[in-house]
Structure formats: structure tokens, C-alpha cells
């Protein structure tokens, strides 16, 4: 298992290294927006992946996160699993989080000023899976 972890991990990262080397070949601008705004806030999830074993499973993951912003002020931390916020934190410019959750899909975070439903930080755990979703139906033949 755990060489099946590295190797998606392996994937993930050249994967992300072609998109970066791509967007800033072609001078795409979010690009540079989004670095700026990244040094405003961190938004640091662990772990980032989820295993299951079969596709369309649940995996279960403790997740972990830890947020900091560049002002003192009211933040909320929101996740793709529920329309409510996870938890608010009044007059702070840093946050902890720790929950056990269990998804089938990838698990969205986001970091919002409690008056605005703009997101200013989104982060992202992504599934994995041990074993592929088989294709084949079992379908048994008889000649008679």
C-alpha cells in the first residue's frame, strides 16, 4: 500500500509541476494574483490525500489544519461536506482544526471572513484509491 501512495503522490506532484510550467509559459495571469493572495493567508491541511480501497468507497481520514492570516479579524473555516462553517474564530489572525471525516469524493477547505461568503483560501484533499472500481460485471455463461 504504501508504494501505491508514493507512486499517486509521485504522479500528483508532476502533474501539477507541468500545469505550473505551463500556466507560466503562456504568462497566464491568475497565476501571479494567486501568489499574491497566497502570502496573505496559508491554509495548511493535513493529511492532503484520502485512501480507500476501492473506488467509490469511503475513506476515512483525521484531518488536521492549521490557518493564518495577515490581519486580526473574524474567520470561518468552511468545507464542501456541509453548508455551515466548521468553526469561527472572533478577533485572530491564526486557527487550529482537528476532526475525524469520512468522504467518497475530494474534500474542499476554505477560509472566509465571517461577514463575506467569499472564499480567500481553498485547499483541497484529494481521493485515492487502492484498487480501481471494476469495469467488469460479472456475467456468468451457460451453454445450456
Known sequence: MNYFIKKTFIYQLMSYLVLL???ASLGYAPLSFAKEEQTKYSLI???DQCVAMRQGQ???VDVKINWRAEHLGNYCL???LQPNALRC???VKSGKFQRDMSADENILFSLR???NKDDLIIKEIEM???YDKSTRKNISWRMF
Open 21 to 23: 510550467i505551463m500556466g
Open 45 to 47: 491541511i493535513e493529511p
Open 58 to 60: 469511503l475513506c476515512y
Open 78 to 80: 468552511f468545507s464542501s
Open 89 to 91: 474564530w472572533a478577533n
Open 113 to 115: 471572513k465571517q461577514e
Open 128 to 130: 485515492a484509491w487502492v
